[in-house]
């Protein structure tokens, strides 16, 4: 073995040096840069979750509960609303089109929640 | 050859452990949430931050078990206290019902009715979120003779509303019960928690690590925008507003902050009021009060409040933040209107 070997660490080494760097960089990006875009839109109804939807394309999922319950959930251009439903109060609809991490959409009658989630470290909650 | 390997993987393994470490939670805090329907009718969600996973499940079950007491305690068509005296009943009032009726009636003269909790028969007139009448203007009349907390007998052990009227804490409940659930976490020692009482909001202490709670103020105009963020820990961040409770009946929008000096929701040139305040009851108060006053009135009002602070959602899209001098330990962020 030369003197230069024996001063520089094997490759394997290198290797798994390099690869926890790399994994501690994607978590920096993961945590620190991502604006506050929510990736995905969690339905629960009476805090269980029935339907995940990412909000990367375009679709529709339609909700529908005991007593013929039902909730229009709408994903559109990266934002989700609640378009039409049947409860009491048309509160849900009423709330519009969101799109950041930690906003939700609520349907008291139904006990349903649209859920906005992604980046957590954004904000915490939102007065409303 | 195998002490050389040992001298390349102390460090390397230390490095490895280092990254990981604030990943694995070796500061023994457990995060844990509930969330429920059942009561205030809104979904209310607790987070806490405690010691143990017995510590955090036990505070969580205290809250509800407040709630649950308070929801009863305070409904105004219910078996509680206010539901009672709504239906004409004398009721012998706790130390603690007595003292929160007096201090709601002294916030209702503070504010000079722009809070003003007698004006139940009024809400029930309208029905926003039910049956959604738009009265004509002799059953208005009517209604606000019934109205208008001077009318009430000075507060007493025994006591009963005069014929007629009704109270509502619905715009002093869930900021009570927020500070009332903060005292309790407070006392159960967990380390943090999040309050969120329909988008009533008290933060307890600092999040882990240290770093402070960050609060949206919801823009009413853009149902996916803010308007700002509140920085900071033991505070509470309450908004009032035109956009969550209303009905659109022949182009005018009808929402449920009523002002007793037309019978009518308030029109006072703004979309919301948001308080940042050290107490989630005073928050809940003014947000109600200072939505009814208007944007000048209220900076005023607001301007000899200490550790108080209000952003305001104006109609013309923009928003504007007013502070009312020393403490509060908390940053308000202005992220410009709509």
């Not at chain 2, 407040?66 to 305690?73: K, L, S």
């Not at chain 2, 500070?179 to 159960?188: G, I, R, V």
């Not at chain 2, 908390?330 to 209107?337: L, N, P």
Request: with cysteine; hydrophobic share 40%.
């Amino acid at each position: 073995m030369t003197e230069a070997e024996k001063r520089l660490p094997p490759k394997r080494e290198i290797v798994i040096i390099i690869a926890v760097l790399a994994l501690l960089g994607l978590l920096a990006a993961a945590v620190g840069f991502s604006g506050g875009k929510a990736e995905t839109a969690r339905v629960l109804v009476d805090g269980q979750t029935v339907k995940l939807l990412s909000l990367s394309a375009d679709c529709e999922y339609l909700y529908t509960g005991s007593e013929g319950a039902e909730n229009l959930i709408v994903v559109k251009n990266g934002g989700v609303s609640v378009v039409s439903a049947n409860c009491r109060d048309g509160l849900c609809v009423n709330q519009g089109a969101k799109s950041r991490a930690g906003q939700s959409i609520v349907c008291l009658p139904h006990k349903l929640i649209v859920q906005l989630e992604g980046d957590s470290s954004e904000v915490d909650a939102y007065a409303k | 050859m195998t002490s050389r390997r040992l001298r390349i993987r102390l460090p390397l393994l230390a490095l490895i452990c280092f990254s990981l470490l604030p990943l694995c939670g070796c500061g023994r805090e457990i995060s844990k949430s509930v969330s429920t329907f059942d009561y205030l009718d809104t979904i209310i969600r607790i987070t806490v931050s405690a010691g143990s996973e017995s510590e955090a499940d036990s505070a969580l079950s205290g809250c509800l078990d407040i709630i649950r007491d308070y929801h009863f305690m305070l409904d105004a068509d219910g078996e509680g206290f206010v539901g009672r005296l709504n239906k004409s009943e004398t009721v012998s009032l706790s130390a603690e019902e007595k003292a929160l009726l007096l201090s709601a009636l002294g916030m209702c003269a503070e504010t000079d009715g722009a809070l003003d909790i007698s004006l139940y028969p009024l809400a029930r007139l309208w029905d926003i979120g039910g049956g959604n009448h738009v009265p004509d203007e002799d059953e208005i009349r009517e209604t606000l003779l019934r109205c208008g907390y001077e009318k009430l007998p000075p507060v007493t052990d025994e006591y009963a509303l005069p014929a007629g009227m009704a109270i509502d804490l619905g715009a002093v409940a869930k900021g009570y019960i927020a500070d009332k659930l903060s005292d309790y976490l407070n006392k159960a020692k967990v380390k943090s928690a999040l309050i969120d009482l329909g988008g009533n909001i008290y933060a307890l202490h600092e999040k882990t690590g240290g770093a402070p709670y960050r609060i949206a103020v919801q823009s009413p105009s853009d149902p996916s925008g803010r308007i700002a963020v509140v920085e900071g820990g033991d505070v509470s961040v309450v908004t009032s507003g035109t956009y969550q409770r209303y009905f659109d009946k022949d182009g005018r929008r009808y929402h449920h902050i009523f002002d007793r000096r037309t019978g009518a929701p308030a029109q006072s040139g703004l979309l919301s009021v948001t308080i940042i305040a050290p107490s989630s009851y005073l928050a809940d108060c003014l947000s109600t009060a200072v939505f009814v006053m208007g944007e000048e009135k209220g900076a005023e009002y607001i301007s000899v409040q200490s550790g108080v602070s209000a952003v305001f959602a104006l109609e013309d899209g923009s928003a504007a933040l007013y502070t009312g001098g020393e403490g509060g330990g908390y940053t308000v962020i202005m992220e410009g209107g709509k």
